[in-house]
């Protein structure tokens, strides 16, 4: 099945960095990829969907302005985290637009960050 | 709007016990729901689908459109069975919008 790598699975920085989360398809040609965030203990909530050679759509709530997304080829998505504060620390992941007639979405295995 | 809700946060049984995962979701229209899950250190994979209609590592699950549910279900909890399980509703031909996730526990 489709693979898709996530990097770096875990980050610690300072307050007032910025923070580049990648996420790869490593055997197919991605258009579209989903980012999610997860705080402790509660669900994944979708943060936005990346779309290959266009601006990337964010769900309500979300600052745009801090949370980056870029997906300039089919195969690379990635997401900067602008200056983080402590409360950005949560856990990140990312996941190919799955095909619902196969009935499969292809998860990265997600990124830890921490802010100090 | 659509939303899916798992009402218990974590659910502990003993080996050998029965296991009801819960799943209550809100759409209007015909809903396709999946189940997720996450063992520890590892990344969120599918578990099955409604429309299969098929056992995986022996759980089963049933859409009951009247009680707008698809509780997970397996009768004989296995340790290896521990992990955070998440049921998902599509949103059009993709699969963004999950529950909060139930931590299943099975002890030994």
């Known amino acids: 099945g489709a693979v898709v790598s996530q990097h770096p699975s875990w980050v610690i920085c300072k307050s007032g960095t910025s923070v580049k989360i990648e996420c790869r398809s490593l055997?197919?040609?991605?258009?579209?990829m989903f980012w999610y965030r997860q705080f402790p203990k509660q669900s994944l909530m979708l943060m936005a969907t990346s779309n290959e050679g266009s601006k990337a759509t964010y769900e309500q709530g979300v600052e745009k302005d801090k949370f980056l997304i870029n997906h300039a080829s089919l195969t690379l998505s990635t997401l900067t985290v602008t200056s983080a504060h402590p409360e950005d620390s949560s856990f990140y992941i990312c996941?190919?637009?799955?095909?619902?007639?196969?009935?499969?979405?292809?998860f990265g295995q997600g990124t830890r960050l921490t802010v100090v | 709007a659509q939303r899916v809700t798992q009402p218990e946060k974590l659910l502990s049984v003993f080996k050998g016990a029965p296991v009801e995962l819960k799943c209550n979701y809100s759409?209007?229209?015909?809903?396709?729901l999946f189940w997720y899950v996450q063992y520890s250190r590892q990344r969120l994979q599918l578990l099955l689908r409604?429309?299969s209609r098929e056992s995986i590592k022996g759980f089963t699950a049933d859409l009951n459109k009247g009680e707008t549910s698809f509780h997970l279900k397996k009768p004989f909890a296995q340790e290896e069975d521990s992990a955070m399980y998440y049921c998902a509703l599509p949103r059009g031909s993709y699969i963004p919008t999950f529950g909060r996730g139930t931590s299943l526990i099975v002890h030994p």
């Open positions: 759409y209007s229209g015909s809903p396709e």
């Open positions: 996941n190919h637009k799955g095909d619902l007639q196969r009935a499969e979405a292809f």
């Open positions: 055997d197919f040609q991605a258009t579209t």
């Open positions: 409604h429309i």
